[in-house]
C-alpha cells in the first residue's frame, strides 16, 4: 500500500507564508530516494495544474512559472519527506494542494500516486 500524507494547509493573508509537507509511506516509496517528487494543486473550476517537483536526489527542481521565485520545494530521502515552502502568497493561490508521487526517476516519468489534498486558503 502506497501512502502520501500531506499537511500544512490552512488559511493565511495575502503575503504570508506556508509550508506544506508530505509523508511517503509503503512497499513503493521503501526507495523513496529513486522517485521524483513533487506538488500541483486544483482551484475550484479549474484543472490541476503542476506546482512543482524536484528530483531523485534533490539536486534538480522544476517550478511553475506562476510560483518561481516565491516557492521552493525540498526533499528529506532519510525521512521520506517532501516540503514546499510557498512565501508571499496570493489570493490566486488558493487551491488544494496535491503531494504526487512520480512513477520514476526522470521528470518525463508520469505521475503516479496522489495525497489526498490539502487546502490552501489565501485572504486578500
Known amino acids: 500500500q502506497v501512502q502520501l500524507v500531506e499537511s500544512g494547509g490552512g488559511l493565511v493573508q495575502t503575503g504570508g507564508s506556508l509550508r506544506l509537507s508530505c509523508a511517503a509511506s509503503g512497499r513503493t516509496f521503501s526507495t523513496f530516494s529513486t522517485y521524483v517528487m513533487g506538488w500541483f494543486r486544483q482551484a475550484p473550476g479549474k484543472e490541476r495544474e503542476f506546482v512543482a517537483a524536484?528530483?531523485?536526489?534533490?539536486?534538480?527542481?522544476k517550478y511553475a512559472d506562476s510560483v518561481k521565485g516565491r516557492s521552493t520545494i525540498s526533499r528529506d530521502n532519510t525521512k521520506n519527506t517532501v516540503s514546499l515552502q510557498m512565501n508571499s502568497l496570493k489570493p490566486e493561490d488558493t487551491a488544494v494542494y496535491y503531494c504526487?508521487?512520480?512513477?520514476?526517476?526522470?521528470?518525463?516519468?508520469?505521475?503516479?500516486?496522489w495525497g489526498q489534498g490539502t487546502q490552501v486558503t489565501v485572504s486578500s
Open positions: 524536484i528530483s531523485a536526489s534533490g539536486g534538480s527542481t
Open positions: 504526487a508521487g512520480y512513477s520514476g526517476s526522470l521528470f518525463t516519468s508520469r505521475v503516479a500516486y
